[in-house]
């Protein structure tokens, strides 16, 4: 901070104050003083030097020889060679006071009035300066206020935009819903009815069913259409990103969270939120879900401010959620909430009449893909495909009919395997069930390159839960070997 070294004063002042210049210039300003109150001078120098300007209309000072004159002084500080130094311009106003005493308070004439503004002008311009400096530091508050509601409503549509060029992009397992059968008729019009409402949809089914794909029609056929659907996999997320992925987080939440995230749920608001396979949601996601589907409001990681939001829920699952409630591994509150209208889509074992439809279609699809022509479907090879029970259902089928078509020499549609399921063994010593039971895991895991959990899993396409599974295995001594990699 720079010291106030001295004071300036016009050299004309001493013949009016008795005080030379050199009584008056080059002190420090606690040696000279325009009152005689020392707290006074104190208060109104510090005033100087936190405006850096001061002007006094009708100051008392009090001259050499002890006579009290009145005098305007205007003083301003200024930076010399790093020193502040204090200029001030005085005026003997006391004959000027006189005369207005002695006038009786008469009006103003023409100049004094002119006068009387002139002196006037630098107060109120300093008042209006004053006046428009706070109103320029509100209109900037508000100006920042809204930039930061911009910028969240940008983020918001942003990511929205992105999402739903994702999704555009995103490869379905068929374009339309195949099929003719009254169990995908049946839940088509179930579909159809729900649609129009808020209501919350249960969808229930194997896995590979084609569950996403109703989820869709609903949205589809709902006032919210016009919005993307918004799909969370609650099974491919683990836990510690689960919360961030659908609630969001501020930025620093946690280590690692770099910037803001909004979740799942503000880019839906106004939309239809697919929670697919939420069977798989842990316990502690569970209770916050239902808080959002409750009450609509939900507060980001990391964030005290709550959010709310109109998002419509339909969830998919391919778990019994009843005997998950029997178990503790779901919650049943969260369960009445979100069975408001279950819908359930039959496995393609329970529609065998709408394989053809869908073989054709992906028999299609696949041949366009990898530019081969393939014209025909053998009678025997449909009858296999028909007889087969697929325990994998749709996906099952079209993964198949893919790996045919890659393998297909000529014009006619052949399988690449044998789809049948080899017979259980029977012997005397009642070992049937069990051997049965071990065919179908070995099966399973064959089919899946042994991998146990996930939404692709041996457990799943048994519909076990891992640990379920895993304890089966031990029990019939079915063990991994050593050439295939571990979960």
Request: some cysteine; glycine content about 6%.
């Amino acid at each position: 901070m720079h010291e106030i070294r001295k004071i300036l004063a016009p050299v004309d002042f001493s013949k009016h104050s008795g005080y030379s210049h050199n009584e008056l210039s080059g002190k420090k300003p606690r040696e000279n003083g325009c009152f005689k109150d020392i707290e006074a001078s104190k208060a109104e120098f510090e005033k100087l030097q936190n405006k850096g300007y001061v002007r006094y209309d009708d100051l008392p000072l009090e001259t050499k020889n002890g006579r009290v004159i009145a005098v305007e002084v205007i003083s301003t500080v200024f930076l010399v060679n790093d020193h502040k130094v204090i200029q001030c311009n005085i005026r003997d106003i006391t004959r000027r006071k006189l005369m207005a005493a002695t006038s009786q308070q008469a009006p103003p004439n023409g100049m004094e009035r002119r006068a009387l503004e002139r002196r006037a002008s630098p107060r109120m311009v300093s008042e209006q300066l004053e006046k428009k400096i706070e109103e320029h530091r509100q209109t900037e508050s508000a100006l920042l206020k809204a930039l930061e509601e911009i910028k969240t409503l940008k983020d918001r549509l942003l990511i929205g935009s992105i999402y739903f060029h994702q999704e555009i992009k995103k490869k379905h397992k068929f374009d339309n819903i195949i099929g003719q059968s009254d169990g995908i008729k049946y839940v088509l019009y179930r579909a159809e009815q729900v649609a129009p409402t808020n209501a919350t949809v249960l969808l229930l089914g194997e896995t590979g069913t084609g569950k996403e794909l109703i989820a869709a029609a609903i949205h589809n056929l709902s006032p919210r259409k016009e919005r993307p659907l918004i799909t969370v996999n609650c099974a491919a997320l683990p836990p510690n990103l689960l919360e961030s992925e659908l609630f969001g987080r501020e930025k620093g939440a946690f280590t690692g969270a770099e910037t803001r995230q909004i979740g799942r749920f503000e880019i839906a608001d106004g939309s239809t939120l697919c929670l697919d396979e939420i069977g798989e949601l842990p316990l502690e996601m569970q209770a916050k879900l239902l808080r959002v589907i409750q009450h609509g409001t939900f507060e980001r990681l990391g964030s005290s401010k709550t959010i709310n939001v109109d998002v419509r829920i339909v969830a998919t699952t391919n778990r019994n959620l009843e005997e998950e409630i029997l178990h503790g591994r779901f919650r049943k509150d969260l369960y009445y909430r979100l069975n408001v209208f279950p819908i359930t889509v039959p496995p393609l074992r329970q529609r065998t009449e709408d394989i053809p439809l869908m073989v054709q279609a992906f028999v299609e699809r696949y041949s366009r893909k990898m530019g081969k022509q393939i014209t025909s479907i053998p009678k025997e090879t449909m009858q296999a495909l028909q007889m087969y029970p697929w325990p994998g259902n749709v996906r099952e089928l079209e993964s198949i009919i893919e790996r045919a078509v890659i393998l297909c020499p000529g014009p006619g549609l052949q399988l690449a395997e044998n789809l049948c399921i080899p017979s259980p063994s029977f012997s005397s010593d009642g070992g049937t069930l069990k051997e049965m039971e071990r065919n179908l895991i070995m099966k399973a895991l064959s089919e899946t390159e042994w991998r146990i959990e996930g939404k692709d899993g041996a457990a799943r396409i048994l519909g076990l839960h891992p640990s379920t599974l895993r304890a089966r295995m031990k029990k019939l001594g079915i063990e991994r070997p050593a050439s295939s990699s571990s979960d």
